[in-house]
């Protein structure tokens, strides 16, 4: 097989194999070591290396944050076992060669092919974690609200405090702001409970005792519906009924004791004695500390279909995720819960703590937290950065692509079209495929652009001899006949290093003839409609 053909088996045929082929294929010919094959590590050695026979430590953790991944992260814990073991020194004099960074990442190296080839689902992480910055900049900015003062606890906190925090199905992660101060989840906790009660008991069971409807009224309210349930699993009676389907404040609880009383009236708390239910429910699991960063992993979870995406540990079933989204979606931000799903369409969990856990199905998971809440209980910052989210990404439920053409959607490399570009041009270059590379010319594609190492078609081209392609490229395209790449080489370095000489005359004559384009009225790179006909 050549160089190649077992790149793009690697790949899977990927758009970005071509690019890494183009500087994997230049490194073994240079080194005349025909018969030698890439690995995966190789191929990941040489796209970091940029043409360097060795990696600084810091450039490679440097690049690997650049694409969401944290040094941190449980499924990198190998490779960073064997930086530290490997590398006496963290300094950013530390430096790894091949064969030291193959040992490394040999036992990760799945994942950060992955992440290099931007495969991850937001490929432009930088990109979009910029513009969730800036966001978070606008939501800073918004005033009002009042910081909940009926728990003492949750009185305490500044109303300045403000941080959101991300990670994707993936496990990229983002943070901005105040993400490490601990908060109690308060109501936050009711999709969680109520998720894992469906995920043990199944969804039959749990709602013979609870609804799934709105029920239009205070969180609060001692009311049940027309069947004697309570609404749904996100109001309090409801909360207190999963609770104790799973058996599973004190001071500040007494509306939640009545609710509990009446719904023990009702011969709807079930399985354990209510005062029990109640301990639990109210100081043990609304007043479970989380942070923004943890708290995003647990929405990235629901966003995951139930599988946590920095262990791989499937944690809830696709059925329990499915249901508690739903739910999350008609029912979960108090009595602003229509006004948010019509206007953000996401599903999401509001507690009066000032957090809000926001699910982007299969894309992410985000928390976010500032203590001022508006009049319906729902942190006025975390509002105002939803809103501003979906207005920015195409993320409500119910955007459409072809209608909101005018909103991003981070899923796609913003790249994508230029790099497709450049590797169908390289590609028709190597192939000798002067037919692609006419079809190119009269699409007005630029002809003269480069891939990461600078090598443009005409590097290509004469590295593989193909005469007709370099006649086409300086002939019908007016290419420069001499650009230089990474290491300083020109297609005619090229031609002679491999011996094509037909090619090394070419370059030699249309070198000593060549036009400088501004002495022309031809600009660089570009090419007459005329001379591409004549070549057509």
């Known amino acids: 097989s050549t160089i190649l053909e077992l790149i793009t088996i690697l790949y899977n045929g990927c758009a970005y194999c071509f690019v890494v082929s183009q500087n994997i294929h230049y490194h073994f010919r240079q080194r005349q070591k025909p018969g030698l094959l890439p690995s995966l590590e190789d191929l990941l050695f040489y796209t970091i290396a940029e043409g360097q026979e060795r990696i600084p430590i810091h450039k490679f953790i440097t690049v690997l944050k650049t694409t969401g ?285 000032g957090g809000i856990l926001l699910v982007v199905p299969n894309v992410m998971g985000i928390m976010c937290w500032s203590p001022p809440l508006d009049k319906l209980g729902n942190s006025v910052k975390g509002i105002q950065f939803c809103h501003d989210l979906v207005s920015l990404f195409n993320f409500h439920n119910y955007d459409n692509l072809r209608h909101f053409a005018k909103k991003l959607d981070p899923r796609r490399e913003g790249g994508e079209v230029r790099v497709k570009s450049v590797i169908n041009l390289l590609f028709a270059a190597y192939t000798g495929d002067v037919s692609a590379l006419r079809r190119f010319a009269l699409s007005a594609m630029d002809m003269e652009q480069r891939d990461y190492d600078s090598r443009a078609a005409l590097h290509v081209a004469a590295a593989e001899g193909h005469v007709e392609v370099i006649r086409f490229l300086l002939e019908a395209c007016k290419v420069s006949p001499f650009p230089k790449d990474r290491w300083g080489n020109t297609p005619l370095d090229e031609a002679i290093h491999f011996g094509h000489h037909d090619v090394v005359s070419i370059l030699q004559e249309y070198q000593n003839n060549y036009k400088h384009p501004e002495d022309s009225n031809n600009g660089k790179g570009k090419h007459s409609q005329e001379n591409i006909d004549s070549m057509v």
């Open 69 to 353: 991944l944290r040094t941190s992260d449980p499924r990198l814990k190998e490779c960073m076992d064997m930086l530290r073991t490997n590398v006496q020194s963290a300094s950013e004099g530390v430096m790894l060669d091949k064969e030291l960074f193959k040992k490394c990442v040999g036992s990760n190296i799945v994942l950060l092919t992955q992440a290099f080839r931007r495969k991850f689902v937001i490929p432009d992480f930088e990109i979009f974690t910029s513009h969730i910055d800036s966001l978070h900049e606008t939501a800073k900015k918004t005033s009002g609200g009042k910081v909940a003062d009926y728990i003492p606890q949750l009185a305490k906190f500044s109303p300045d405090l403000w941080g959101v925090s991300l990670c994707t199905v993936d496990g990229q992660r983002h943070s901005i702001g105040d993400t490490k101060v601990p908060f109690c989840l308060q109501s936050c906790v009711k999709p969680l409970k109520y998720a894992i009660a469906i995920n043990d008991l199944g969804t039959e069971y749990v709602h013979q005792y609870v609804g799934k409807e709105p029920s239009g009224l205070r969180f609060n309210k001692l009311f049940l519906n027309e069947e004697d349930k309570p609404h749904n699993p996100m109001v309090n009676a409801g909360a207190i009924v999963v609770t104790s389907l799973i058996k599973s404040e004190r001071e500040s609880g007494d509306r939640n004791f009545a609710i509990g009383y009446y719904l023990k009236e009702k011969k709807l708390v079930i399985l354990v004695i209510l005062k029990i239910v109640l301990l639990f429910n109210i100081p043990k699991l609304c007043s479970i500390e989380v942070t923004c960063e943890s708290g995003s992993v647990m929405a990235a979870t629901l966003a995951n279909g139930g599988i946590c995406p920095i262990t791989g540990e499937r944690v809830l079933s696709p059925e329990a995720v499915r249901n508690t989204l739903s739910l999350m979606h008609s029912c979960g931000m108090y009595d602003f819960s229509g006004q948010f799903a019509f206007h953000v369409g996401l599903p999401s969990k509001s507690g009066v703590s």
